[in-house]
T-cell receptor
Framework: AQKVTQAQTEISVVEKEDVTLDCVYETRDTTYYLFWYKQPPSGELVFLIRRNSFDEQNEISGRYSWNFQKSTSSFNFTITASQVVDSAVYFCALSENTGNQFYFGTGTSLTVIP | DTAVSQTPKYLVTQMGNDKSIKCEQNLGHDTMYWYKQDSKKFLKIMFSYNNKELIINETVPNRFSPKSPDKAHLNLHINSLELGDSAVYFC????????????FGPGTRLLVL
């Protein structure tokens, strides 16, 4: 079974629109960690955020915000006033407290149209 | 200042050849990984080493052999390359423990002709 599901394969928005990328995870651990990574067209994988399972506070960093809801096992990512530079593939990932494996979702490809 | 580096960045080779990709990290991490990213952008874990010891070995053809000479290096050797091996290979590292963030190298784009 997929531990991290990103149901949106591709999203296109017009510049300045807000967009939310969904991430749903599955784990039996009570302690776990969630991550988002960005992969721009240049190809590198850039770490964006880490969130632990005990901290459900939403996080905001500039135009980026993350909504963690344990009740729905979701860790969604919103970009406000999107820009062309936000065009990338975004990956959500889960790391459980035990073990060394990262579980990546299949990624959401975001295209921001000027 | 490069945290996780990989060489080469691009690799074009013929079917049947043997090739190696090298990875080095200067972050002091004790755990390193190899991932394969196919054309659909799926990131598939291949191997992981912790302090030079193999701890994750996913279903990968035995033509792929990782080697970790020390905890800062993790190399990937591929024998008898096939067309299906064409992909981007990413190295990553982190401190062991579920809370730790993985940091990725720039990737090696392998094209098998």
């Amino acid at each position: 079974a997929q531990k991290v599901t990103q149901a949106q394969t591709e999203i296109s928005v017009v510049e300045k629109e807000d967009v939310t990328l969904d991430c749903v995870y599955e784990t039996r651990d009570t302690t776990y960690y969630l991550f988002w990574y960005k992969q721009p067209p240049s190809g590198e994988l850039v770490f964006l955020i880490r969130r632990n399972s005990f901290d459900e506070q939403n996080e905001i960093s500039g135009r980026y915000s993350w909504n963690f809801q344990k009740s729905t096992s979701s860790f969604n990512f919103t970009i406000t006033a999107s820009q062309v530079v936000d065009s990338a593939v975004y990956f959500c990932a889960l790391s459980e407290n035990t073990g060394n494996q990262f579980y990546f979702g299949t990624g959401t490809s975001l295209t921001v149209i000027p | 200042d490069t945290a996780v580096s990989q060489t080469p960045k691009y690799l074009v080779t013929q079917m049947g050849n043997d090739k190696s990709i090298k990875c080095e990290q200067n972050l002091g991490h004790d755990t390193m990984y190899w991932y394969k990213q196919d054309s659909k952008k799926f990131l598939k874990i291949m191997f992981s080493y912790n302090n030079k010891e193999l701890i994750i070995n996913e279903t990968v053809p035995n033509r792929f052999s990782p080697k970790s000479p020390d905890k800062a290096h993790l190399n990937l050797h591929i024998n008898s390359l096939e067309l299906g091996d064409s992909a981007v290979y990413f190295c990553a590292s982190r401190f062991s423990g579920g809370s730790e963030t993985q940091y990725f190298g720039p990737g090696t784009r392998l094209l098998v002709l």
